[in-house]
């Protein structure tokens, strides 16, 4: 039986790892990009619930899948969200000063409201102990970021754009969206199609920051 889950194989196996492959997974990486403008056409159900199906397959310490999403496409609650959003942007832009806050308060740095699609990513503590995090319990959260990866490429790959919004308060949007008990949410993701195609990260663009080479050690 074929599964339903892309990139699975009717038998199990992986494939043959074609140069083809490497070259699209590198084109995906190389493409993808953090959006912050969106248009308003609307993302199919069908296409969301393929792009979930990432988190089926991405990997988690000690096979925990210790994460909840939660899909939000209600204006009301995009609305409170944003307000988190603004207010703690504020505050951050007191850590700025001169010409560097001039600058910050001339970005883009949500979509919360006009993206079509949002989804806030959730860390949600599995029962007893797990496998793999005695010394270093964070990798549970750390599972968590890595499906959001997986996902940013895999909507990437689908020819949308995702924006992730770190500029928010978890307890309060915790407390505004649905979410199991005892989670906290790490992320809200727009996600739609981009209103503008970005050559290059929009902060290099504007000056902010620029990417830097990998600084690595051999031994």
Same mark, same amino acid.
């Given at each position: 039986?074929?599964?339903?889950?892309?990139?699975?194989?009717?038998?199990?196996?992986?494939?043959?790892?074609?140069?083809?492959?490497?070259?699209?997974?590198?084109?995906?990486?190389?493409?993808?990009?953090?959006?912050?403008?969106?248009?308003?056409? !609307?993302?199919?159900?069908?296409?969301?619930?393929?792009?979930?199906?990432?988190?089926?397959?991405?990997?988690?310490?000690?096979?925990? $899948?210790?994460?909840?999403?939660?899909?939000?496409?209600?204006? #009301?609650?995009?609305?409170?969200?944003?307000?988190?959003?603004?207010?703690?942007?504020?505050?951050?832009?007191? %850590?700025?000063?001169?010409?560097?806050?001039?600058?910050?308060?001339?970005?883009?740095?949500?979509?919360?409201?006009?993206?079509?699609?949002?989804?806030?990513?959730?860390?949600? !503590?599995?029962?007893? #102990?797990?496998?793999?995090?005695?010394?270093?319990?964070?990798?549970?959260?750390?599972?968590?970021?890595?499906?959001?990866?997986?996902?940013?490429?895999?909507?990437?790959?689908?020819?949308?754009?995702?924006?992730?919004?770190?500029?928010?308060?978890?307890?309060?949007?915790?407390?505004?969206?649905?979410?199991?008990?005892?989670? %906290?949410?790490?992320?809200?993701?727009?996600?739609?199609?981009?209103?503008? $195609?970005?050559?290059? !990260?929009?902060?290099?663009?504007?000056?902010?920051?620029?990417?830097?080479?990998?600084?690595?050690?051999?031994?």
């Amino acid at each position: 039986m074929t599964s339903d889950v892309p990139g699975e194989y009717p038998d199990g196996a992986p494939g043959a790892g074609a140069a083809g492959d490497r070259d699209a997974l590198w084109r995906i990486m190389a493409t993808r990009r953090d959006h912050r403008h969106f248009r308003p056409d !609307p993302v199919p159900r069908e296409t969301v619930e393929r792009l979930l199906s990432v988190f089926e397959l991405a990997p988690s310490v000690g096979l925990s $899948q210790p994460w909840h999403v939660t899909v939000i496409t209600d204006p #009301a609650l995009k609305r409170e969200v944003r307000e988190s959003f603004a207010d703690v942007r504020e505050r951050e832009r007191e %850590r700025f000063s001169g010409g560097r806050r001039e600058l910050y308060d001339s970005l883009t740095l949500e979509a919360i409201e006009t993206a079509p699609v949002g989804l806030v990513v959730s860390f949600v !503590p599995p029962d007893g #102990a797990t496998l793999g995090t005695t010394s270093m319990p964070a990798a549970l959260e750390y599972s968590v970021v890595c499906a959001i990866a997986h996902l940013w490429l895999a909507v990437t790959a689908e020819g949308l754009g995702m924006g992730w919004v770190s500029l928010v308060d978890p307890e309060r949007v915790a407390a505004t969206v649905p979410v199991p008990e005892g989670a %906290r949410p790490l992320a809200y993701l727009c996600i739609g199609t981009p209103a503008r $195609q970005l050559a290059e !990260p929009l902060l290099h663009t504007v000056g902010w920051k620029r990417r830097q080479n990998v600084d690595v050690t051999w031994r």
